[in-house]
């Protein structure tokens, strides 16, 4: 499974746009790419995840570069409640197993 | 709906005991799974169950046992635990039919091992 690179910690204030960047330099043309989130020390979270084209779902956008060798995660409008370890996986789509790294850390603040 | 649950919550351990973690889903899901979180760490899978009747190793299985004991149940069992099985534990489920899915979490088991 291809290694992800995430920045340990971010901060953004409440109301803005969170950018969670994820480098996956070595991501191959079947494994996708999966965000999840981890709130204080409950159990993860799926946000959302995409192969190639860009997704959006009711709680963040995932925005996939054209050589597929990064990625980012938007939060539109961030809150207090996202506050949380955010985890990008990439995972090969016939192996249902997923592979954690050690996520940013995002502090929403006031 | 229940989804994920877990227990016991909280557990202590003195070395050399064993216990069994149990973790069970109401969602009809096919696969199931368990993790361990080492503080500051990300999760990582010690053992899964892709069907009923099935079990694979994950990255550190090393120290324990699963049962599929059905569909709804997975229970994963220290024989002998040691300090280093300190960790909380994840139990998850996903209805896995080999295209992109999303796993489901339970609340978490946090064991400690004097």
């Not at chain 1, 054209?66 to 990008?88: G, M, N, Q």
């Not at chain 2, 489901?104 to 946090?110: E, S």
């Amino acid at each position: 499974d291809a290694k992800t690179t995430q920045p340990p910690s971010m901060d953004c204030a409440e109301g803005r746009a969170a950018n969670l960047p994820c480098n996956h330099s070595t991501i191959s043309g079947n494994e996708y790419v999966y965000w999840y989130r981890q709130i204080h020390s409950q159990g993860p979270q799926y946000i959302i995840h995409g192969l190639k084209n860009n997704e959006t779902n009711e709680m963040a956008s995932l925005i996939i570069t054209e050589d597929r060798k990064s990625s980012t995660l938007i939060l539109p409008h961030a809150t207090l409640r996202d506050t949380a370890v955010y985890y990008c996986i990439v995972r090969v789509v016939i192996a249902d197993k997923l592979i954690f790294g050690t996520g940013t850390r995002l502090q929403v603040f006031p | 709906n229940a989804g994920v649950t877990q227990t016991p919550k909280f557990q202590v351990l003195k070395t050399g005991q064993s216990m069994t973690l149990q973790c069970a889903q109401d969602m009809n899901h096919n696969s199931m799974y368990w993790y361990r979180q080492d503080p500051g760490m990300g999760l990582r899978l010690i053992y899964y169950s892709a069907s009923e009747g099935t079990t694979d190793k994950g990255e550190v299985p090393n120290g324990y046992n699963v049962s599929r004991l059905n569909k709804r149940e997975f229970s994963l069992r220290l024989e002998s635990a040691a300090p280093s099985q300190t960790s909380v534990y994840f139990c998850a489920s996903s209805d896995w039919d080999g295209t992109e899915n999303e796993q489901f979490f339970g609340p978490g088991t946090r064991l400690t091992v004097l």
